[in-house]
């Protein structure tokens, strides 16, 4: 027996003329379809609509959740909002793969910002890239033990002050 199992997920943001982003992002694999549309003003991050729907899931349970989606309006992206979508949107009377698409579309803003002076970064060498690192980090105390690179012990951290 062949079991045969797709997966498709996209994700993409555009600004808007009002001051905001639009988000949209879906996924289609063999068992479940789904897509969630937001628009999050700027600058405060602030998720001002949202809509979404679901063409195919393992149960009603996800379709009936789409309701749940208003829950998110007026959220920040910020600290605490992976707790809070998975508790209103993929909590026990929700659909936690509708909250993933929420989720998705959040760290696709966080990246928006978080890329480009990552982009300048990478190409220097040595104690210079190491300073620019550090300069990052003081201006996105955010990032600090967000990874790896900029976890407890790391040369990037040396001598920042948390």
């Given at each position: 027996?062949?079991?045969?199992?797709?997966?498709?997920?996209?994700?993409?943001?555009?600004?808007?003329?009002?001051?905001?982003?639009?988000?949209?992002?879906?996924v289609e694999d063999t068992f479940y379809a789904a897509e969630v549309e937001m628009v999050v003003g700027l600058p405060a991050l602030e998720?001002?609509?949202?809509?979404?729907?679901?063409?195919r899931a393992f149960s009603d349970k996800c379709q009936q959740a789409v309701p749940?989606?208003?829950?998110?309006?007026?959220?920040?992206?910020?600290?605490g909002i992976i707790k809070a979508v998975n508790d209103l949107v993929g909590g026990p009377s929700g659909c936690p793969r509708l909250a993933d698409?929420?989720?998705?579309?959040?760290n696709d803003v966080i990246l928006r910002y978080t890329m480009p002076p990552l982009r300048e970064i990478v190409p220097l060498a040595g104690q210079a890239q190491l300073e620019a690192y550090q300069v990052y980090l003081r201006k996105s105390p955010r990032l600090v033990g967000s990874c790896i690179a900029f976890a407890e012990g790391s040369p990037y951290r040396e001598g920042l002050e948390v």
């Open positions: 027996m062949i079991l045969d199992y797709t997966r498709c997920k996209h994700a993409s943001i555009a600004e808007l003329e009002e001051n905001s982003l639009l988000v949209r992002v879906a998720v001002t609509s949202i809509k979404g729907k679901v063409k749940l989606l208003n829950e998110v309006v007026g959220m920040r992206v910020g600290s698409l929420i989720l998705e579309g959040f």
